[in-house]
Structures are given as C-alpha cells and as structure tokens.
C-alpha cells in the first residue's frame, strides 16, 4: 500500500522558517512527481509546489521566492523549506503523490501555524 | 493565480442529483485533460474521485461522473446518500507547469 507521512509542521513566528519532511513508502518513489498542497482554514485547498522525477520544480506565485521543493530518492522523501513564513501560510501540508496528472495519493497531513 | 470558480455550496436531498461546475480558462480546463475533483471530509486527507476528465479510480462509486466542455469541467452525483456531504474541489494543470485548484463547493445532504 502506498503511505506518505508528514512531518515538521508546529507553531512558528511570522518571519521565522520550518522544515517540512515527507518519506513514502509502498510504490518506486523515484519515478513519480511528487506535490504539496494545503488546506488553509476558511479558505481551501491550495496548490503549493511540486517536484518531478527528473528533480524540475514549479511553485505557486504565494509562495515563489520564499519556499523551495526538494526531493531525496535514496531516502524515498520529500521536503520543503519554508522561509519568511507569513500568518497567511497556517494550514495543514500534505504531501501527495501525481499519477498522470492527478493527486492519487495524500499523506494523513501536518499542520502549520504561523502566529506570534 | 487565481483559483479555479466553483460555486460555494450545493444542496440535494437523498437519491436526486447534484451537479457542481468549475469554470477555468484557455490557459488550464480548457487547454488539458488533466482535470480532476476531489472529496474532502473535514479532518480527513482529500480523496480523489476522478482524473483526466471523467475517469473514476478503482472503488470510487459510479454515482460520480465528470465532463468538461470548453473551459469548464462539471461534476455530478446521482442517487446523493448522506455519506457524500463533504466539500469537492476541482483541480486543473496549466500552461505555466502549475497547477491549480478550485475554490472548493460544499455540499449539503438535506
């Protein structure tokens, strides 16, 4: 079975910076674009950025410039750094799996908050 | 980037049917089959229930459907039971290699 757990969400100031890791398991991970997207409360859902198999990266313009993407294939995990971190960002991260073109698989999710 | 249109909420009673649409532009829905919707129950991971249009994953039943004509995808439940009160949304790749999601519709079983 496929799994994606997420980890490194918690509470942070405005300005401050968080780690965000995900480690799949169940399926060849090196050959799928992997994505995060958030649910921020009152608002939705949010697509945030993605990493393909062959390591290209494409964000969502609220996030550009100040959060970065990353895969490791040898330790089945995706990251994402998340820098000058704004109220605006709380919200639950997951990590999801792309098959053709569609969010086949989400991890359970962690939740951010950004509040001082 | 702003978010793919979808009405905020939709109501049916048990057993009619209920169509939700989301409209999108030249440069997403109407550009590439990758459209697809998903079932969001609060506190629960977002589950996809259809890909590329209007195909259904394995286990997801056929009382959802999907289309798209033009710049706007559509989805419709039949038969509604009170387990499919939920939020959907609706999510399309775009000519910028990104992707975008709807604004989201909640759906109320009377």
């Known amino acids: 079975d496929v799994q994606l757990v997420e980890s490194g969400g918690g509470l942070i100031q405005p300005g401050g910076s968080l780690r965000l890791s995900c480690v799949a398991s169940g399926f060849t991970f090196s050959n799928y674009d992997m994505h995060w997207v958030r649910h921020v409360a009152g608002k939705g859902l949010e697509w945030v950025a993605v990493v393909g198999a062959a390591f290209d990266t494409y964000y969502a313009d609220s996030v550009r410039g100040r959060f970065t993407i990353s895969r490791e294939n040898a330790k089945n995990s995706v990251d994402l750094q998340m820098n000058t971190l704004r109220a605006a960002d709380t919200g639950v991260y997951y990590c999801?799996?792309?098959?053709?073109?569609?969010?086949?698989?989400w991890g359970q999710g962690t939740l951010v908050s950004v509040s001082s | 980037q702003s978010a793919l249109t979808q009405p905020a909420s939709v109501s049916g009673s048990p057993g009619q049917s209920i169509t939700i649409s989301c409209t999108g532009s030249s440069n997403d829905i109407g550009a590439y089959k990758y459209v697809s919707w998903y079932q969001h129950h609060p506190g629960k991971a977002p589950k996809l229930i259809i890909y590329d249009v209007s195909s259904r994953p394995s286990g997801v039943s056929d009382r959802f459907s999907a289309s798209k004509f033009g710049d706007t995808a559509s989805l419709t439940i039949s038969g509604l039971q009170a387990e499919d009160e939920a939020d959907y949304y609706c999510c399309s790749y775009t000519r910028s290699n990104t992707w975008m999601l709807g604004g989201g519709t909640k759906l109320t079983v009377l």
């Open positions: 999801i799996r792309d098959r053709e073109g569609a969010f086949d698989s």
